[in-house]
């Protein structure tokens, strides 16, 4: 299928609406550290996520919850520096913006200027309206994170699809407006029925981009190392695995275990 694509030097938050606009679907992916963030950039991604989801994926911790504002910025700034293209959005992470609007501020304004970002995302609608209001006035530009929102894990419980009952679904719809009204320049909708996630993305001018909500959004975001099929435990539907990676590594490895073990390496040509 052929489809719009404009030639962008570097994206921006504006070329995001325009986008949008154009019909162009727009790609987001993950990455946490330089030599990965280099790969994903050079191959053409639009948006490099700098998720929370380094706390599972980098960290190995069980939620998103543990990751600390210091070690975000240490890995949006080992990103920023492989990025010659791609837009890079960073996670706020949890306990960094919730008590008060100021709080909000101060960390976003450690992230843009200790990293180099060049937006930052929060989850949540109503709850954190002043935060983002605060942040989108120091001239920070926001992403907004609905539906699925795994900083607040212990709260729903599981991490089950959302907004599947109507009451749930409305307040999505209102929080999407909001954020469009707030002036976020998009909204990451995760985990919730396609047919809401379409309604929402048709209802605002601003782009939606979906991980696991269908593809009537404006884009779709993976994590990096679940498409790369590094990680295999995690198996939920929406999530398509374009390498087996996992399978890969392992063969590599276990083959220069073998290979020093018997001596085969290193080889005449392989020294000095
Ligand atoms: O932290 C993350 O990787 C995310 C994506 C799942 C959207 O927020």
């Avoid at 995001?16 to 053409?44: F, P």
């Avoid at 991980?211 to 994590?223: H, M, P, R, T």
Wanted: charged share 25%; glycine share 8%.
């Amino acid at each position: 299928m052929s489809v719009a694509k404009k030639e962008y030097k570097r994206i921006t938050v504006k070329s995001l609406v325009e986008m949008k606009q154009n019909g162009e679907k727009i790609s987001m992916l993950t990455a946490y550290d330089y030599t990965m963030a280099k790969i994903v950039d050079e191959a053409g991604i639009d948006v490099i996520l700098v998720g929370d989801s380094a706390s599972n994926v980098m960290a190995g911790h069980e939620t998103t919850l543990p990751i600390t504002l210091d070690q975000m910025i240490y890995h949006a700034s080992s990103v920023i520096r492989a990025v010659q293209r791609a837009l890079v959005v960073v996670d706020l992470p949890f306990g960094s913006y919730q008590s008060d609007p100021k709080e909000a501020l101060r960390s976003a304004i450690r992230i843009m200027k200790e990293s180099g970002g060049h937006a930052v995302k929060l989850e949540g609608g109503k709850e954190i309206k002043e935060s983002i209001k605060r942040i989108l006035h120091a001239g920070i530009p926001v992403m907004g994170h609905l539906g699925l929102t795994p900083q607040s894990i212990y709260k729903f419980g599981t991490y089950t699809v959302r907004a599947k009952e109507e009451q749930e679904a409305k307040k999505l719809k209102e929080d999407a407006l909001m954020l469009e009204k707030a002036g976020c320049f998009a909204i990451v909708l995760e985990k919730i029925p396609a047919q809401l996630a379409k309604e929402v993305a048709e209802s605002v001018s601003i782009p939606v981009i979906g991980i696991g909500a269908g593809n009537g959004v404006d884009g779709q975001v993976l994590v990096l190392h679940d498409m790369l099929g590094m990680t295999h435990e995690f198996n939920p539907r929406f999530l398509r695995r374009y390498m087996n990676l996992y399978e890969e590594m392992t063969s590599a490895i276990s083959q220069y275990v073998d290979d020093v073990k018997t001596l085969d390496f290193p080889n005449d040509n392989e020294q000095y």
